[in-house]
């Protein structure tokens, strides 16, 4: 097959490799998440360089994002471009602990994934955040208790049917404006 068969102008991008140079992001905004780098973002106050991903069997890998970088790919028309995240991922079968009632997620944060795999897609990505025990003893300094974030874009709120309150008549609309008006300029009313 040669790249005159294939029809689909995406596919066709694809199979003709990206361009050569990439642009590198510091900070991402995808899936209604604001993701930063862990360089970029290691000394602000809110940490949005955690990174949740969904695998196979609703396995879940983790990881600090280390790089954002766009990829362009040349089209007959347009230019199409896919942003890649690059993270070191946390070991998920030997390096996460879920508790079984409450659905607790912790990592150890020592233990990286055996493969190199760095790359996932920025829209398969969600956001977490990752927290220390606050506990004196040294047994789980290596543990990471991991937060899931809600989208920006999310509200959590209850969902009512009944309508606000609104007034529903009003007898004098247009003399109660210009009765505010003529008291807020009484140089104009004489006029």
Known sequence: MTCKDILNDVIRSLAMEPRKDVRCWDHYYVNNY????????????????????????????????????????????????????????????NGV????????????????????????????????????????KNDRNQWRAVLKMKPRATIDSQMDDIAPFQEENNDNPLRYHISIWLKMNPSKAMS
């Open 34 to 93: 604001n993701f930063h780098t862990y360089s970029y973002g290691k000394n602000k106050s809110s940490m949005n360089y955690g990174v949740s991903v969904k695998g196979v069997y609703d396995m879940e890998y983790y990881r600090i994002l280390q790089e954002a970088i766009e990829l362009t790919y040349l089209g007959t028309h347009p230019l199409y471009k896919t942003i890649l995240f690059k993270c070191d991922w946390f070991d998920s079968t």
């Open 97 to 136: 602990n879920i508790h079984q009632h409450y659905k607790l997620v912790d990592v150890n944060h020592t233990k990286k994934h055996p493969k190199y795999d760095p790359f996932v897609l920025a829209y398969q990505v969600a956001q977490v955040s990752f927290t220390s025990y606050p506990s004196m």
